[in-house]
């Protein structure tokens, strides 16, 4: 994931001053945790969410 996020960040996606691990952390963190702590499903809409949240946090201005 993290070689995702820097090929995005040299593509121009993301803004430069992301660390990949900090992406990495935005992506997986809330779905680990609703998953091990929250007992809530983990659906696909909430992947969605999670996603579309951290591409609109990391979009350069």
């Known amino acids: 994931m993290r070689a ?3 090929a995005g ?3 121009g996606l ?9 992406g990495v952390d935005q992506l997986a963190g809330p779905v680990v ?4 702590f929250a ?17 609109h946090e990391s979009r350069p201005e």
Not at 33 to 36: K, V
């Open 4 to 6: 995702l996020i820097r």
């Open 9 to 11: 960040m040299a593509a």
């Open 14 to 22: 993301f803004r430069q001053d992301i660390a990949a691990q900090d």
């Open 33 to 36: 945790l609703r998953d091990l």
């Open 39 to 55: 007992a809530k499903p983990v659906t696909p809409e909430y992947v969605e969410r999670t996603v579309d949240r951290f591409l």
